[in-house]
């Protein structure tokens, strides 16, 4: 009987050594695949592929990261946000709707990169609709047509929309929404007038 507990438990030992080692070896691929996957083009330091630790949190955690970590989790990503220098948080809806539109966003690669002589965008409607009069928006992140006509434009609301969109950690761990601030995507202002185009009750987003 002790020949066979003790022979179960290092085929056990043995299971979890090699499931590791499967793991860090499918991890490593991964990291190798997309290394090489990604062709740096002009002003395009690849950088930006290397995880951070907040990422790095995700990936441990398969984007669940636990509960009891949550709020500290959330905590340090807000402390990371930076507001305009004009302390005014909402901008110029005309100009959020161009940002929010403009497909240039941190792509990278040589097919169609983002172009350094061109100023970056949100490309906000892959994932999200706004102007019901704009056809060509995924679905992947929630409508956000009558933003402002729901929730209002107050101080608050103005304010939770400038945070989300600088780094949406700051509100939901792991969420799949890009930090567009925090990762230099967008800057300050430009956040500033995205917010405008969602909560102005002129934009087309409210009409």
Known sequence: MKIKLVSTALIAILGTTLAVAADDDVSALVEQYIASGFKQG??????RLTQDETQKLCTQYRNQIPADMQQAFMEREKATIKYPESGKLMGDWK???????DGFAW???????????????GNCYACHAADPKEVAAGNIGSTL???????????????????????SNAYMPCSSMPRLGHNG????EQIADV??????PESPVNK
Do not use: C, H, S
């Open 185 to 188: 995507v967008l800057t300050p």
């Open 195 to 200: 917010v405008a185009f969602l909560v102005d």
């Open 95 to 101: 100009q959020g709707q161009k940002t929010f539109t």
């Open 145 to 167: 047509t009558g933003f402002g006509k729901l929730r209002g434009n107050t101080p608050e609301t103005i304010k939770y929309a400038y945070e989300k969109i600088y780094n």
């Open 42 to 47: 002009e002003k395009q330091p690849l950088e």
């Open 107 to 121: 792509r990278v690669g040589t097919i169609m990169p983002d172009k350094p002589d061109v100023v970056r965008g």
